[in-house]
């Protein structure tokens, strides 16, 4: 069965059409025909059989005389022949064709071959008399309707003709759905497409249903923006001057650690902030991967921690990819930052193939277990005992916020044990 609306569709359309059209002819076609034919055979073998009852009863020196006044007014050409043959030459579609041997042979006795292949508008057979065999022809119009093929044809073209049309209609009918289909794909990756209202009335309310879901989304996404800006800035300001009154604090080895206390905060904030806020204040861009990765690799390097950046075999020509930049450098910098944070070495790796590009980032940490890698894209989880809390600070956030920016472009965020440095293997695929 096909996948798609419009196959399912045309299938459902086309297949009772042609079910319909070999019931008619087998039905139809077949029986009239045939009893159209066998009738018409009827009359000529009461000529033929009148025929062979006027040789037979003719002197042999009247029977060419005999045979020129019948042959003329029945339409029948008639010479004699050596000897009878047997059975019957006709082409393979010619369906009439047995209808006509059969009853030929039922009505008359001492019918020999019958030929309606050499010549499709003649009938020529072989009779046998007392006066000897004679080869007998006649119109095949005379023993068969003439016009068979031409409703078969007939048919057969309106069929194509309507099928040709109830496409066009259904492919109005489907476009809309397929409209909506690519307006909802956009805007799970983040994207507001226009989108118009068309097609049936059920296909209308779908999709103003769809229009009125993402205005309400738009508008929370716009609001809860609105007050993460205002909650960033009501905190951010107490700890700048909680930051500002421990540095001049006469106790410095407290206010030191005090002050770490205030950057972890700072730290912490920032990355709720972040998750919160996703990538709806992000414009899309197009960049280059290979030029993103780099630019990432650089700015995490300056921060100490040895980095592998391993380039795709064909980076020619350059790939210009689509997608929220400054979100997605956040989500692929918490894949290295978390790289090195847990492990001594890491390795970037970027491979192109079938539209999609995976930004693959290895380390030789100690990984995440299978049965805690679901857990581990949470928001707000860590996992201590897989990853030691001990080699930075954190709130669980990291892969939660690269997994919803994934997500948010249509792709996905992947998690896998490291086959070349024994760590864990995180990856990020996104469609082209």
């Known amino acids: 069965m096909p996948k798609g609306l419009y196959g399912r569709s045309a299938l459902i359309l086309i297949v009772p059409i042609v079910v319909i059209q070999l019931l008619v002819s087998l039905m139809f076609i077949q029986r009239h025909f045939d009893g159209v034919t066998e009738q018409m055979t009827h009359n000529i073998a009461s000529e033929l059989t009148y025929l062979r009852a006027e040789i037979n009863a003719a002197a042999p020196s009247e029977v060419r005389t005999r045979i020129a006044e019948i042959a003329e007014p029945l339409g029948l050409e008639i010479e004699p022949i050596e000897h009878l043959g047997t059975g019957v030459s006709m082409m393979f579609y010619d369906l009439p064709g047995t209808s006509i041997d059969r009853t030929l042979r039922q009505r008359l006795d001492g019918i020999g071959h019958i030929d309606l292949r050499t010549n499709e508008f003649r009938v020529a057979l072989e009779m046998d008399t007392l006066k000897g065999p004679y080869k007998v022809a006649f119109g095949r119009s005379r023993v068969s309707a003439s016009?068979?093929?031409?409703?078969?044809?007939?048919?057969?073209?309106?069929?194509?003709?309507?099928?040709?049309?109830?496409?066009?209609?259904?492919?109005?009918?489907?476009?809309?759905?397929?409209?909506?289909?690519?307006?909802?794909?956009?805007?799970?990756?983040?994207?507001?497409?226009?989108?118009?209202?068309?097609?049936?009335?059920?296909?209308?309310?779908?999709?103003?249903?769809?229009?009125?879901?993402?205005?309400?989304?738009?508008?929370?996404?716009?609001?809860?923006?609105?007050?993460?800006?205002?909650?960033?800035?009501?905190?951010?300001?107490?700890?700048?001057?909680?930051?500002?009154?421990?540095?001049?604090?006469?106790?410095?080895?407290?206010?030191?650690?005090?002050?770490?206390?205030?950057?972890?905060?700072?730290?912490?904030?920032?990355?709720?902030?972040?998750?919160?806020?996703?990538?709806?204040?992000?414009?899309?861009?197009?960049v280059n991967p290979v030029d993103l990765v780099q630019l990432v690799v650089d700015d995490v390097a300056r921060s100490g921690g040895q980095i592998e950046f391993i380039l795709p075999e064909n980076p020619d020509p350059p790939l210009q990819q689509p997608m929220r930049i400054a979100a997605f450098r956040r989500a692929?910098?918490?894949?290295?930052?978390?790289?090195?944070?847990?492990?001594?070495?890491?390795?970037?790796?970027?491979?192109?193939?079938?539209?999609?590009?995976?930004?693959?980032?290895?380390?030789?940490?100690?990984?995440?277990?299978?049965?805690?890698r679901e857990r581990a894209v949470r928001p707000f989880v860590r996992l201590d005992k897989a990853r030691n809390q001990d080699r930075g600070t954190g709130v669980g956030l990291g892969l939660a916020i690269s997994m919803d920016i994934a997500s948010s472009h249509g792709g996905a965020l992947i998690l896998e044990d490291s086959a070349a440095l024994g760590g864990l293997w995180a990856e990020l695929q996104m469609p082209l």
């Open 147 to 286: 016009n068979p093929h031409q409703l078969l044809v007939l048919m057969l073209v309106v069929t194509i003709l309507m099928t040709l049309i109830a496409i066009l209609f259904l492919r109005n009918q489907v476009r809309p759905i397929r409209r909506l289909a690519r307006a909802a794909e956009a805007f799970g990756r983040g994207q507001s497409v226009p989108f118009k209202v068309a097609g049936a009335s059920e296909v209308r309310q779908a999709g103003q249903a769809f229009i009125d879901m993402r205005d309400r989304l738009e508008r929370q996404i716009e609001q809860r923006t609105m007050m993460l800006s205002g909650v960033s800035h009501d905190l951010r300001t107490p700890l700048t001057r909680l930051k500002l009154g421990l540095s001049l604090s006469s106790d410095t080895e407290n206010a030191a650690e005090l002050i770490r206390d205030v950057d972890d905060m700072e730290q912490m904030l920032e990355e709720f902030l972040a998750f919160a806020r996703g990538d709806s204040t992000d414009e899309m861009g197009l």
């Open 332 to 372: 692929l910098e918490n894949l290295v930052t978390n790289a090195l944070r847990y492990g001594t070495r890491c390795r970037v790796t970027l491979l192109l193939a079938d539209g999609v590009v995976r930004y693959i980032v290895e380390d030789d940490g100690p990984g995440i277990p299978a049965s805690q």
